[in-house]
């Protein structure tokens, strides 16, 4: 099982913007964004498969958000602009290795291997 490590959480005021990064130990076929606020279950942001010509966004996230990955370095980004006191979670990096389908990326099922998470406030 691979390893995955999120950094680039913190404290920003509304409107604002953060980029997240993930670095995976191992190789894998799609890696993805979730997200957990408290009190609520983990819900899917963000996904990305191995060639970068293929993502999937949630709703809430589209024409904010931007997942993109290096695999050289075996990292994967989110550019989160513009926001809301809403996108205030824990965000989860993960990724699987085996073969993903485009509705499959959104999946929490999906995935097996997850970060420890890394925190995201937005201030009002």
């Known amino acids: 099982q691979v390893q995955l490590v999120e950094s680039g959480g913190g404290l920003v005021q509304a409107g604002g913007s953060l980029r997240l990064s993930c670095v995976c130990s191992?190789?894998?076929?799609?890696m993805g964004w979730f997200r957990q606020a408290p009190g609520k279950e983990r819900e899917f942001v963000a996904a990305?498969?191995?060639?970068?010509?293929?993502?999937a966004y949630a709703d809430s996230v589209k024409g904010r958000f931007t997942i993109s990955r290096d695999n050289a370095k075996n990292t994967v980004y989110l550019q989160m602009n513009n926001l809301q006191p809403e996108d205030t979670a824990v965000y989860y990096c993960?990724?699987?290795?085996?073969?993903?389908?485009?509705?499959?990326?959104?999946?929490?099922?999906?995935?097996?291997?997850w970060g420890q998470g890394t925190q995201v406030t937005v201030s009002s």
């Open positions: 993960a990724s699987t290795a085996r073969f993903t389908t485009t509705q499959a990326m959104s999946s929490v099922t999906n995935f097996d291997s």
């Open positions: 191992g190789p894998s076929f799609a």
């Open positions: 990305i498969r191995y060639t970068g010509r293929t993502t």
